[in-house]
């Protein structure tokens, strides 16, 4: 990844956290861009485009379920364009729309079994990419990585502001039926 920024060298006038900044934004950058996400997706015999790709992922991470607004924030879609997007993953069989448990008005998207085949295929797709960029590394330097990339995105996660138009506090005691 020739366009991805290097860490400062020792004695530089650039900080440690703009070389990390510049390293991650290079990174998020080229990983989350259409065309490398739809490579990995087709590489694993899956076809989806790139905001497939992504919706099937967040599922992942939220247990394979969630609302559809969920869904649409966690994407950064708005709710007209998450809807059509769900809809697309459930003409394809990955995903079924069905009535939360814990809140009859309320609608969940939830992976099925196909849509949890193909989840499983693209983690294999990045966990072999994770393999190749860290071949030649010892299991203590993997270790590492990983366990300071967690503290890193903590850390980051805390760091960043809740978005003006949504405060968590609203989020939280929030008694509005969700749309379907």
Do not use: C
Not at 19 to 46: E, K, N, P, Y
Not at 145 to 162: E, H, K, Q, S, Y
Request: aromatic letters at 2%; hydrophobic letters at 40%.
């Amino acid at each position: 990844m020739d366009d991805v920024a290097t860490p400062p060298r020792s004695g530089s006038a650039e900080t440690v956290e703009s070389g990390v900044l510049a390293a991650l934004t290079g990174l998020m950058s080229r990983w989350s861009s259409s065309d490398v996400q739809s490579r990995i997706a087709q590489g694993v015999g899956v076809a989806l485009d790139a905001s497939e790709v992504r919706a099937i992922y967040v599922l992942g991470m939220r247990g394979g379920a969630a609302r559809p607004s969920e869904l649409a924030h966690q994407l950064h879609l708005t709710r007209p364009t998450a809807s059509k997007l769900i809809a697309r993953l459930a003409a394809d069989g990955l995903v079924e729309k069905t009535v939360d448990p814990s809140d009859g008005r309320a609608a969940v998207v939830r992976l099925t079994e196909s849509g949890e085949h193909t989840l499983t295929r693209l983690r294999s797709a990045g966990d072999g990419l994770i393999a190749h960029a860290t071949q030649g590394w010892t299991a203590e330097e993997s270790s590492a990585l990983a366990d300071l990339l967690g503290r890193f995105v903590d850390g980051l996660m805390r760091a960043t502001p809740t978005p003006p138009d949504e405060p968590v506090a609203a989020r939280a005691s929030s008694t509005e039926p969700e749309p379907n």
